[in-house]
């Protein structure tokens, strides 16, 4: 995947606000959907799309394999790409969750499962990204992500957690935490 990938996010984030894309073609009418034509009606569910989980795990897959590289600034791109994925993710599975309350609570189930999900993995490559730019030498990059993840995840979190040590550990906080043991 190339980085140049997360621009075409554009077109899909004027479609989330109602924009609507004059060159997109009239919705002909289908034939019901057959096993066989199911994956073609679903083109975000064969996992080669941007926009998908798989997507964002390729983006991060990448960032791993620089990072054993020791190409930083290649870890660093992906790392903001796959964060960019997965919050444009959580919030437009929970803007949807949201239409749904009260309407459908199967939907509005799962998709909550599905923000969090992707808010989970947003955090994850927010984490990573805090700690290359540590080992790039670069603190002060690495305080506001440690601060957002904290506050995502909770402190009590383990990736929460390990934030806040991340933080005592940049000289950023002056006590301790331990984790509760629930």
Do not use: C
């Not at 620089?66 to 930083?72: L, P, R």
């Not at 990736?159 to 950023?172: A, D, P």
Request: glycine content about 4%; charged content about 20%.
């Amino acid at each position: 995947m190339k980085a140049t990938n997360i621009h075409r996010l554009i077109p899909l984030a004027s479609l989330a606000m109602g924009f609507s894309l004059a060159i997109m073609p009239p919705i002909l009418a289908q034939p019901e959907p057959t096993q066989q034509n199911l994956s073609e009606l679903r083109p975000l569910k064969n996992g080669d799309s941007l926009l998908s989980m798989a997507g964002g795990s390729e983006l991060m897959d990448e960032a791993i394999a620089a990072i054993a590289d020791k190409d930083y600034d290649v870890a660093v791109e992906r790392l903001q790409e796959a964060r960019q994925i997965f919050n444009q993710l959580s919030n437009f599975h929970i803007d949807i969750a949201n239409s749904f309350q009260g309407i459908d609570n199967a939907v509005y189930d799962a998709e909550r499962v599905a923000a969090i999900e992707a808010g989970d993995m947003r955090d994850t490559a927010t984490y990573r990204l805090a700690l290359v730019h540590r080992v790039q030498g670069k603190p002060e990059l690495s305080v506001p992500l440690l601060i957002q993840v904290i506050r995502s995840q909770s402190p009590a979190s383990d990736l929460g957690s390990k934030s806040y040590k991340q933080l005592y550990e940049l000289g950023f906080v002056s006590s301790e935490f331990e984790q509760p043991q629930f």
